[in-house]
């Protein structure tokens, strides 16, 4: 496996968004991201945070994707 890649949150968001999620709440700095076949998966948006590789993980796993099919989106 290759080393996955560290992320800023709004390219987490912008790589869901071509996925088809869509926004649908915000609490606090945690913007929740639902697709229309009822997936969903929440981004944190922490100032001067990153999106570790675990939760890429973490993420990809919520929506039944891979680390690689969303890292191409």
Do not use: W, Y
């Amino acid at each position: 496996m290759d080393k996955i890649k560290i992320l800023k949150p709004h390219e987490v968001v912008a790589r869901l968004e071509r996925l088809g999620f869509v926004k649908v709440r915000q609490r606090g700095s945690h913007k929740q991201f639902r697709h229309p076949d009822k997936r969903c998966t929440t981004v944190p948006f922490h100032s001067g945070k990153d999106i570790s590789p675990i939760l890429l993980r973490r993420i990809a796993k919520d929506i039944n994707v891979t680390v690689e099919e969303l890292l191409k989106s």
